[in-house]
């Protein structure tokens, strides 16, 4: 009897596939100021996850859109160019609404 392929879904393993994901996009940008697409090319993380992985990463502030232009490889415009090496995060200066102490007395 064939032994069934390993599915990690049902192993429980997706927060260690997760966390794999999330080092392979994050080391690859880290080198590379890439596009989705380049990132996909030169990893082995799925398109589909690539997207949601950027997301998590941007929303802890270990990922920054660096400039938007068009793909070396489809082709496309306005796609964002991304990095994860803090010296090149680009850096805008927010506005405070309230002055210094962020209150609105």
Same mark, same amino acid.
Not at 75 to 104: A, I, K, M, W
């Given at each position: 009897?064939?032994?069934?392929?390993?599915? !990690?879904?049902?192993?429980?393993?997706?927060? +260690?596939? $997760?966390?794999?994901?999330?080092?392979?996009? +994050?080391?690859?940008?880290?080198?590379?100021?890439?596009?989705?697409?380049?990132?996909?090319?030169?990893?082995?993380?799925?398109?589909?996850? !690539?997207? *949601?992985? !950027?997301?998590?990463?941007? $929303?802890?502030?270990?990922?920054?859109?660096? $400039?938007?232009?068009?793909?070396? !490889?489809?082709?496309? *415009?306005?796609?964002?160019?991304?990095? @994860?090496?803090?010296?090149?995060?680009?850096?805008?200066?927010?506005?405070?609404?309230?002055?210094?102490?962020? @209150?609105?007395?």
């Amino acid at each position: 009897m064939a032994k069934t392929p390993k599915n !990690i879904v049902l192993d429980g393993d997706r927060d +260690k596939y $997760k966390q794999t994901e999330l080092q392979k996009v +994050k080391e690859y940008l880290f080198n590379n100021i890439a596009t989705m697409k380049q990132v996909f090319i030169n990893t082995t993380v799925l398109r589909e996850n !690539i997207c *949601r992985r !950027i997301a998590d990463l941007r $929303k802890a502030g270990q990922v920054c859109k660096i $400039k938007i232009g068009r793909c070396p !490889i489809t082709g496309h *415009r306005n796609v964002g160019f991304y990095t @994860s090496n803090p010296t090149l995060f680009v850096v805008t200066p927010q506005l405070d609404l309230f002055g210094e102490g962020g @209150s609105n007395a």
